[in-house]
């Protein structure tokens, strides 16, 4: 996947169609469908998607294309109320990206509706004056008119411009949403090449991978304490790459669950993270995994920096 952030600015043709270019903001509550919609946006896969809420950590921007226009989403962490180091960052570049961004994209999950965490995301909205597109997605698992009704209290807020209803994982809507998005972007050259969908180190995308399939296998054993790190990333004469990664976890405990019964588990760990790599990368990749016990890697400001997160007190 190219990295290039050169903008990109085509020699002109007659009867050619003006560039235009909108940045987008997604942000909501944890689990809302973030990265989900994010990945049928942009088309592809640049996201980590699982079941678990504050899967997503830092600022993912994704690249869609719709006919003349780029669109440059900005894919932020879950917005709760933070009790760690970490939920503070992640809180933070959520509010962040909004800021970034010229529209904001407020996912509301249709099942939970006006939660605790999307009353305090409509609150900071109100407090900073910022609207936002509203999305209300999982629409398949609620009734009708009870779509209906919490689309008309959140519009009796006065924070949304306009109102969609998706699912995101069917795709359903999101075709009507992005061609909304193309109709409101500005007029503006692309920032990125046409072919580009993700800009994100590749060093951050590989361990993103990883630890996708992390929380996939070891949901229900593993809490959330645990982080990847790609330590070596070396290219080969032959165009493969080897990669060298670190599963930090707090405890000896949890090392063993990573490692599993005679290294059972890593080595699948390793199988599912080399094989998407494989076809995301577009090259033979050599993964290599290692566990390692780090007690206090969520104070470690150089994983912060990893991460393209803020370290905040």
């Known amino acids: 996947m190219a990295t290039d952030q050169s903008p990109k600015q085509p020699p002109e043709q007659p009867g050619e169609q003006a560039q235009k270019c909108g940045f987008f ?39 869609g294309m719709h006919d003349n226009t780029q669109l440059v989403f900005i894919d932020t962490p879950g917005i709760f109320a933070p009790k760690r180091r970490l939920d503070r960052a992640m809180v933070n570049a959520a509010w962040k990206g909004s800021e970034d961004a010229e529209t904001t994209i407020l996912m509301i999950d249709a099942k939970k509706g006006v939660d605790d965490d999307v009353e305090r995301i409509l609150k900071g909205m109100k407090t900073a004056g910022r609207t936002a597109i509203l999305v209300i ?13 919490l689309a008309q209290k959140l519009n009796e ?9 998706v699912a995101a994982l069917s795709g359903d809507g999101v075709a009507d949403l992005k061609a909304h998005l193309a109709g409101v972007a500005p007029l503006g050259p692309w920032m990125y090449p046409d072919d580009q969908i993700a800009d994100v180190t590749m060093r951050l995308l590989a361990a993103e991978v990883t630890r996708e399939k992390v929380y996939l296998r070891l949901h229900e054993e593993l809490p959330y304490a645990i982080t990847v790190e790609t330590e070596a990333w070396d290219e080969r004469p032959d165009g493969s790459v080897r990669i060298e990664q670190v599963i930090h976890v707090e405890r000896e405990s949890q090392k063993g669950i990573v490692i599993g019964k005679g290294g059972k588990m890593l080595k699948l760990l390793g199988q599912m993270a080399r094989e998407e790599m494989n076809e995301s990368f577009g ?11 780090t007690e206090k890697w969520a104070d470690d400001k150089t994983m912060y920096e990893d991460m393209g997160l803020d370290f905040v007190d």
């Open 25 to 63: 903001a997604i942000i909501g509550a944890p689990n809302a469908g973030k990265s989900t919609l994010l990945n049928q946006l942009v088309g592809a896969k640049v996201a980590i998607v699982t079941h678990k809420v504050q899967t997503t950590r830092t600022r993912v921007t994704g690249i």
């Open 137 to 149: 997605n999982k629409i398949d698992t609620v009734k009708r008119e009870n779509l209906l009704a």
């Open 283 to 293: 090259r033979k990749v050599h993964l290599f995994l290692h566990v390692r016990v």
């Open 157 to 165: 807020t006065g924070l949304f411009t306009d109102t969609f209803m």
